[in-house]
């Protein structure tokens, strides 16, 4: 099956830092899915990422899939106490394939 | 856009009851749905994928008659913990895709729900 390991675990950035999450998986992935969760509470989709080498921003978060298609990093620019939460890496296997195989999740605290 | 609600967003059982947790696709149709489990300061971890109009698949470990699942309807699916135990208690959150929607990549998912087993 496949597996998703992110890093690092936990994440104490001061507020206006950049940062780096990375989400590595052992296989070569079909979609790659960025989520943001506050504990407790639903998902909120962030990114989805399907062709090697492929980029997308939305305000100050950058998310980019290797060329080999198994590693994806997700940047925030300047970040900001809204920033805070889990960030969670999803994937799935191959096309139509709805299921996803979640990520360890990185938890962000953001000092002010 | 597309909007998956659950319900309830919280409940609280005694131990040996059934508690039973909605999701509802609010604006689309959603042959299949997915339930998942999160625990405390885990990640999510998938327990069956609810097809609308035949059963459920689980995955490895989850038991069938433990957690019941019923797709009774293209926008409806339900998860029933039945004789629920305190080690039960857990985030449940559901998810679906619109199944006639353009692809954009995304997968609803729905606000949550929290049973905790008394």
């Known amino acids: 099956s496949q597996e998703l390991e992110q890093s690092p675990q936990s994440l104490i950035v001061q507020e206006g830092k950049n940062l780096t999450i990375n989400c590595t ?37 950058t998310a980019k899939l290797d060329e080999k298609k198994q590693q994806s990093s997700l940047h925030i620019t300047a970040s900001q106490p809204s920033h805070a939460g889990i960030y969670l890496c999803g994937a799935d296997s191959h096309f139509g394939n709805e299921k996803l195989t979640f990520g360890t999740g990185t938890r962000l605290t953001i000092i002010p | 856009g597309a909007v998956v609600s659950q319900h309830p967003s919280w409940v609280i059982c005694k131990s040996g009851t059934s508690v039973k947790i909605e999701c509802r696709s609010l604006d689309f149709q959603a042959t299949t749905m997915f339930w998942y489990r999160q625990f405390p300061k885990q990640s999510l971890m998938l327990m069956a994928t609810s097809n609308e109009g035949s059963k459920a698949t689980y995955e490895q470990g ?57």
């Open chain 1, 25 to 61: 998986s052992s296989k070569t992935l079909y979609g790659l899915y960025w989520y943001k969760q506050k504990y407790g509470e639903g998902l909120i989709f962030l990114m989805m990422l399907q062709k090697g080498g492929e980029e997308k921003s939305h305000e100050k978060i």
């Open chain 2, 62 to 118: 989850v038991e069938k008659d433990k957690f019941l699942i019923n797709h009774a309807s293209l926008t409806l699916s339900t998860l029933t913990v039945t004789s629920a135990h305190p080690e039960d208690s857990s985030f449940y959150i559901c998810s679906a895709r619109d199944a006639a929607g353009a692809d954009t990549g995304e997968l609803f998912f729905g606000e949550g729900s929290r049973l905790t087993v008394l």
